[in-house]
């Protein structure tokens, strides 16, 4: 238990910095690019911005730091119950504020910083009340369910953002966390892990529902961080990435609480929720990235 707390909030940790380093290279793109920050018919951006966003070293070094994210937030899946490490895993939503302040000049109102501190109470609650991870397997008709509800996650949410262009900064935002989500409840249920035997591994569609919702994912949250502010963006992908995981958790693959303690993880899971729902809400009005902001602190943009 210990070490799959240690390793949720280190990918937490990793997926909170990445996200602001990321909206700093959209940031700096669009002013340096201003002829490139093109916008769709809809007012959403175009491939050639978002192309240009992703070639900043922000960016790429941000992408690093999702990547090994991932990674930790994988074993961390498989060592804790789902909803236990997707919500801790999502406390990076506390470092992407936090790091916000300083590195985007965004300020904070008291009631994103008590929606913030609400979602670390929950946390506390969470990680008191949680018992042992379920089991994880589950039959092949399952892992073609979860491939085909990834696919239309990404494809069928990268079409609507699209369309709705720059209104869907909190719908790309909640999509990618949804992405996200089943992402974690792919790890957890992958076949062919332990022990490994990679003739199953490379046949089980869970695999391809990884690489489906992790790529498509982060794509999605691209967009959001382009056309909307960085912290109800961060808070809708949490929203995304948790519920949903966590009730497949309990339903679906045995997660349990402690005994005696269902009402508290009950508790400390929609505290959770409320707090990144009100973080989403009170921050949806954020300059978005295209968007003149003050400029980072010069230690970090060269």
């Given at each position: 238990m210990l070490i799959g707390l240690l390793t949720a909030v280190a990918a937490s940790i990793?997926?909170?910095?990445?996200?602001?380093?990321?909206?700093?290279?959209?940031?700096?793109a669009a002013r340096e690019n201003p002829a490139a920050a093109g916008v769709t018919a809809h007012g959403g951006p175009n491939l050639t911005s978002t192309a240009k966003a992703a070639m900043t070293w922000e960016f790429i070094l941000g992408t690093v730091?999702?990547?090994?994210?991932?990674?930790?937030?994988?074993?961390?899946?498989?060592?804790?119950?789902?909803?236990?490490?997707?919500?801790v895993?999502?406390?990076?939503?506390?470092?992407?504020?936090?790091?916000?302040?300083?590195?985007?000049?965004?300020?904070?109102?008291?009631?994103?910083?008590?929606?913030?501190?609400?979602?670390?109470?929950?946390?506390?609650?969470?990680a008191t009340a949680a018992g042992h991870e379920g089991s994880g397997h589950t039959d092949r008709a399952t892992h073609w369910w979860l491939l085909a509800v990834t696919l239309l996650i990404i494809v069928g949410g990268t079409v609507a953002v699209r369309f709705l262009g720059a209104r869907a900064a909190i719908l790309a935002g909640l999509l990618s966390g949804l992405?996200?989500?089943?992402?974690?409840?792919?790890?957890r249920v992958l076949d062919g892990v332990d022990p490994f035997d990679p003739v199953t591994l490379l046949t089980d569609p869970a695999l391809y529902a990884i690489v489906v919702a992790g790529a498509g994912g982060m794509y999605l949250h691209t967009i959001a961080l382009q056309i909307g502010s960085v912290n109800g963006a961060t808070a809708a992908l949490v929203v995304g990435e948790t519920v949903l995981p966590g009730a497949i958790g309990v339903l679906w693959l045995n997660d349990a609480s402690r005994p005696g303690f269902a009402w508290l993880a009950v508790t400390g899971f929609v505290l959770a929720v409320a707090g990144?729902?009100?973080?989403?809400?009170?921050?949806?009005?954020?300059?978005?990235?295209?968007?003149?902001?003050?400029?980072?602190?010069?230690a970090l943009v060269p």
């Open positions: 990793c997926y909170g910095t990445g996200s602001v380093l990321q909206a700093v290279g959209s940031r700096r730091l999702d990547f090994v994210g991932f990674g930790l937030g994988a074993l961390a899946a498989r060592l804790l119950p789902l909803f236990l490490s997707q919500t895993i999502s406390a990076n939503l506390v470092i992407t504020a936090v790091l916000s302040v300083k590195m985007l000049g965004i300020r904070l109102s008291r009631k994103e910083w008590a929606s913030i501190a609400t979602v670390c109470v929950s946390l506390v609650l969470l992405g996200f989500g089943a992402l974690g409840v792919g790890v990144a729902v009100a973080v989403a809400w009170f921050g949806k009005h954020g300059a978005p990235a295209g968007q003149p902001e003050p400029e980072p602190a010069p």
